[in-house]
């Protein structure tokens, strides 16, 4: 059976986005796959070490999403990469071997400076982000690693790094592949990618009444000024949920009315806001039953962490024995 791994760094809460972008794609390989899925924790230093106090607790908030979801620790190994050193060990030894240009070239890595402004990326650290990525990665030697395109690079990364450290020592590691998620596109309320930082998120634990204040006032095609003026589905950012969440009859009734200035935009919405806030239900149920045991997400988290910990320990005994050390 094929391994995978993949990680969120703990941004606290998740939102819909996570779940077409991630999630739902996780529930899938569960099933299929011997998966490792982990909170990101050190990674989440890289951009904001001087913010650290917030992440015991978004983590707990991040893997009780995760878990209302229906990740299955049954199933898959759910960690946290700080409880796991070896994962620290795996990168100090890969940055002996890895040269700083392949970091500095990281598309990921110039886009990330580009973009986060007004934050120190000035870092060893942030520069070694992919590096310890691929420790996290290597460590279970995994043959499949489910990601987004941005993170594309640094999966290729690693294959990289892997095809180094069998050549240069023994060959024990094998060349992971990117599972590059096929990812729903689910605009923010804004139109712009749906993100926790622009304020324009459905959260997974939102509930029914705010999610329909939300989406009732989500941006639709600006051409529809006026009830009476006729719009174009394909121009609108909510009409995307409907592409998603509604049956082909709502699609084909709302973008007739649509463009007949039939429907106006919130009886429109109305239709796909009832499939949104019943696909949440039972996610929020779910949480809401957590929320009141958190010593159980803490005692999931330390059973997971203890199993990825036992073959974290195996793999490192294997790459000491490599080098000799
Ligand atoms: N860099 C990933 C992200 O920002 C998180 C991550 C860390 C990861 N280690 C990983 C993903 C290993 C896959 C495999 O989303
Ligand atoms: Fe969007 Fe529906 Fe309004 Fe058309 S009618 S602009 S699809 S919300």
Known sequence: MDTIVSG???TGRLHLGHYFGALTNWLKLQADYRCYFFV???????????????INQNTIEMVMDWLSVGLDPAKAVVFRQSRVKEHAEL??????????PWLERNPTYKDQIKELIGKDLSTYGFLGYPVLQAADITMYKANKVPVGVDQAPHVELTREIVRRFNQVYTPIFPEPEVLLTETQKLPGLDGRKMSK?????????????EIDQKLSKMITDPARVRRSDPGE???CPAFQFHKIYSTPEEIAEVSQGCRTAGIGCLDCKKIMI???????????????????????VEDILLAGNRVAQHKASETMTEVREALGL
Do not use: C
């Open 8 to 10: 969120m760094r703990p």
């Open 197 to 209: 930082s622009f304020g324009n998120a459905v959260m997974l634990s939102d509930s029914p009444k």
């Open 233 to 235: 589905p394909e121009k």
């Open 91 to 100: 990168h100090l030894l890969y940055s002996m071997i890895v040269p700083v």
């Open 40 to 54: 990101a924790d050190w990674h989440a230093l890289t951009t904001d070490y001087a913010t650290p106090q917030g």
């Open 274 to 296: 009832k499939h949104v806030v019943a696909q949440l239900a039972p996610i929020t149920e779910k949480r809401a039953a957590l929320e009141q045991r958190p010593q159980d």
